[in-house]
Antibody, heavy 120, light 108 residues
Framework: EVQLVESGGGLVQPGGSLTLSCAASGFTFSNYWMTWVRQAPGKGLEWVANIKKDGSEKYYVDSVKGRFTISRDNAKNSMYLQMNSLRTEDTAVYYC?????????????WGQGSLVIVSS | AIQLTQSPSSLSASVGDRVTITCRASQGINSALAWYQQRPGKGPKLLIYDASSLESGVPSRFVGSGFGTVFTLTIGSLQPEDLATYYCQQFKSFPAPTFGGGTKVEIK
């Protein structure tokens, strides 16, 4: 059974930093692109970043470029999102998602989410 | 960027009703569209991919159709457990997918 478990969320002040983790199991992690998607309170879904199977390509939504860094450790079946210079508008539930076997297409599996609150 | 517009933004229907949600793309995306169900307090769940392919384990009452710029998700006979918000997502624009604004389905 595919499982994605996010951790690392919490309350942080504006300008602060936080690192989210996504632990994967039930599939060959190194065979899939992985993605972070976020959802602000009461709002819709927003793609944040994705990373290629071997970590050689990384892409970000414009609003987080230069502040967030996506990474992965295939030996540990884990993906990460380092978030710096956090803003109040980054407050959201952050979901880890596994892409389809064909690459950056649809998201076949999702985690339960990790809540990040940016507030003073 | 390719924008997706869903309609309606919310609806209320009775158990057994047929429900249709529409997703319009700002430019042609062929069949590069997926539909997700998000129940309250949960992560999204894939229902349909490639516009009309049913994900394994998803009830057959969920039907996707469309091509190009107009797509629909139809729930053939609404069930109580279908209470959720439904999102479309396009994957034509590599590497940045986009989502529609969501349609909240309530049960009368």
């Amino acid at each position: 059974e595919v499982q994605l478990v996010e951790s690392g969320g919490g309350l942080v002040q504006p300008g602060g930093s936080l690192t989210l983790s996504c632990a994967a199991s039930g599939f060959t992690f190194s065979n899939y692109w992985m993605t972070w998607v976020r959802q602000a309170p009461g709002k819709g879904l927003e793609w944040v970043a994705n990373i290629k199977k071997d970590g050689s390509e990384k892409y970000y939504v414009d609003s987080v470029k230069g502040r967030f860094t996506i990474s992965r450790d295939n030996a540990k079946n884990s993906m990460y999102l380092q978030m710096n210079s956090l803003r109040t508008e980054d407050t959201a539930v952050y979901y880890c998602a596994r892409d389809s076997v064909f690459g950056v297409e649809y998201f076949q599996h999702w985690g339960q989410g990790s809540l990040v609150i940016v507030s003073s | 960027a390719i924008q997706l517009t869903q309609s309606p933004s919310s609806l209320s229907a009775s158990v057994g009703d047929r429900v249709t949600i529409t997703c319009r793309a700002s430019q042609g995306i062929n069949s590069a569209l997926a539909w997700y169900q998000q129940r309250p307090g949960k992560g999204p769940k894939l229902l349909i991919y490639d516009a009309s392919s049913l994900e394994s384990g998803v009830p057959s009452r969920f039907v996707g159709s469309g091509f190009g710029t107009v797509f629909t998700l139809t729930i053939g006979s609404l069930q109580p457990e279908d209470l959720a918000t439904y999102y479309c997502q396009q994957f034509k624009s590599f590497p940045a997918p986009t989502f529609g604004g969501g349609t909240k389905v309530e049960i009368k």
